[in-house]
């Protein structure tokens, strides 16, 4: 049982190369998150899917895509990337829909890095 | 949406020292999370507790969904316990969305 997987773990991108960073969840999960955290941030949401082939827009949606392949899998886009989407990307995913009960289990974490 | 605020920023102990970490919300949740970040990155999960009180060993937690706060308790600190606490929250508004506090800083010294 792996939880949450996210890959890459490690990427650098130059500004205005695109790269998708990929999340899966084998616990039949039907919400899936993407958040960033920077220094002093804290974890700020980026994107939310309550389940397949729904999306919601988060905190900080500006410059990123996602797609909700199907109920596992959750990607996030970055078209064009920018030295301002330098950050840590976690992905989430819980049990629960758009009611708010249920925990939230995190990723490992992606390091990206744009110059 | 939900403003979380945790208090304190920064806290540093000596080992064996007992400290108590908050967690502020500004409106009514149904669900509050507690996580430990370790110095590798890694968010673990210490707590669901959307109200009323539960341990775990050397770590309690208590919710007053009534008084909109939560507290997290470590007792004995050991330097393992070092890293970012932080608190999550979702209430009747959110639909699924948590909102994370900034988080509390813990540096235990041996």
């Known amino acids: 049982n792996a939880g949450v997987t996210q890959t890459p773990k490690f990427q650098v991108l130059k500004t205005g190369q695109s790269m998708t960073l990929q999340c899966a969840q084998d616990m039949n999960h039907n919400s899936m998150y993407w958040y960033r955290q920077d220094p002093g941030m804290g974890l700020r949401l980026i994107y939310y899917?309550?389940?397949?082939?729904?999306?919601d827009k988060g905190e900080v949606p500006n410059g990123y895509n996602v797609s909700r392949l199907n109920k596992r899998e959750f990607s996030l886009r970055l078209e064009s990337a920018a030295p301002s989407q330098t950050s840590v990307y976690f992905c989430?995913?819980?049990?629960?829909?758009?009611?708010?009960?249920?925990?939230?289990?995190f990723g490992e974490g992606s390091r990206l890095t744009v110059l | 949406g939900i403003q979380v605020e945790q208090s304190p920023p920064d806290l540093i102990l000596q080992e064996g020292a007992n400290s108590t970490l908050r967690c502020n919300f500004s409106?009514?949740?149904?669900?509050l999370q507690w996580f430990h970040q370790n110095p590798w990155g890694q968010l673990i999960n210490l707590f669901y507790?959307?109200?009323g009180t539960k341990q775990n060993g050397r770590l309690s937690a208590t919710t007053v969904a009534t008084e909109r706060y939560s507290l997290l308790y470590i007792s004995s600190s050991q330097t393992t316990d070092s890293g970012v606490y932080f608190c999550?929250?979702?209430?009747?508004?959110?639909?699924?969305?948590?909102?994370f506090g900034q988080g509390t800083i813990l540096t235990v010294h041996p």
């Open positions: 507790i959307p109200s």
């Open positions: 409106d009514s949740v149904n669900n």
């Open positions: 899917s309550a389940s397949e082939g729904t999306t």
């Open positions: 989430a995913s819980r049990k629960g829909d758009r009611l708010n009960t249920g925990e939230l289990f």
């Open positions: 999550a929250v979702a209430g009747g508004t959110s639909y699924g969305k948590l909102t």
